[in-house]
């Protein structure tokens, strides 16, 4: 399935599309309520499947309508750091011997289409294309790479903005040059797992002004999506609705290229989860 939000901000509805591109919506089974921690912790994604399967969801007719964050309000967005062997060598560092673990804050998701925030006082803002997982059941001391995949719920395209100064130029921890507004766009659908199957086939991809900075496989990552799930539920108990970004491949402007400047467009899209569009805006 693909779930996705559509609407203005702070007024979306639930939504899902049908495998002949029909939008339908999920409001009226859901009862009021949004793809969220209780949606995920509960029987909701099998109810949209029996809805779909029953063809009992009214048609919504998107015209025109923004595409909102897939998940919503997520209790916390976890990162994993330097997770692919180029994007490390291209940052000057190791490729690590455990996964590299930063937070960002919940506050900085929004729509895959909408506008990115240059901070003020910014000179480095970046761009990162990244896999996304959603955690659909809680998940603490997993014991497997097998019981780390039944927890997750889906996967969605995430660009994981990072200002690389404050990040690493500013002393402290990352969070600072990770958690400004508008950084991380997600989205536009979340994808349940069943659907992507094997999250190590994806190609990730990122363009800016229309010229390729990204173009990664997940293949390629140092730590597999199993491993960081089961290796964070050492360390932090996994909430329903919680997002984890999985790292970036090679091509990020710390590796040469120019920083992203106000009026730059960046495109970018993984196999099978759609593709996002950002123009970006001085905050």
């Known amino acids: 399935m693909r779930l996705l939000r559509v609407g203005d901000k702070g007024e979306e509805r639930p939504a899902v599309l049908s495998d002949d591109g029909r939008l339908l919506d999920l409001s009226g089974l859901l009862a009021g309520g949004d793809l969220d921690a209780v949606f995920f912790s509960s029987d909701g994604l099998a109810r949209v499947r029996a809805a779909l399967a029953e063809n009992a969801l009214p048609e919504l007719d998107g015209t025109g309508l923004r595409v909102g964050a897939p998940v919503a309000r997520p209790g916390k967005v976890v990162c994993i750091g330097l997770n ?42 970046d761009w990162e294309v990244e896999l996304a997982v959603v955690i ?46 508008t ?8 994808v349940t797992a069943d659907e992507v199957g094997d999250p190590q086939q994806l190609g990730l991809r990122l363009w800016v002004n229309g010229e390729p900075r990204q173009d990664g496989n997940t293949k390629n ?18 909430d329903p609705g919680d997002v984890i970004n999985t790292g970036t491949p090679a091509g990020v402007a710390l590796g040469g290229y120019p920083y992203l400047r106000e009026g730059d467009v960046m495109e970018l899209e993984i196999d099978h989860l759609g593709r996002q569009r950002q123009t970006v805006g001085q905050a």
């Not at 497997?144 to 404050?166: C, H, K, M, Q, W």
Request: one cysteine or more.
């Open 84 to 125: 692919y062997r180029d994007h490390a060598e291209e940052s000057g560092a190791q490729p690590p011997a455990e996964p590299v673990v930063f937070m960002k804050a919940g506050n900085t998701v929004v729509g895959p289409f909408d506008q990115v925030l240059i901070p003020r006082n910014s000179t480095k803002t």
């Open 221 to 238: 990552m140092i730590f597999d999506v199993a491993e960081i799930v089961r290796y964070l539920s050492w360390f932090m108990v996994l």
């Open 183 to 190: 950084f991380n766009p997600l989205g536009p659908w979340l």
């Open 136 to 181: 659909g059941r809680t998940a603490r001391y997993l014991e497997s790479p097998e019981a780390a995949l039944d927890v997750i719920a889906g996967y969605t395209v995430s660009n994981d903005v990072s200002e690389r100064e404050f990040q690493l130029e500013r002393g402290g921890q990352w969070d600072k040059g990770k958690s400004c507004e």
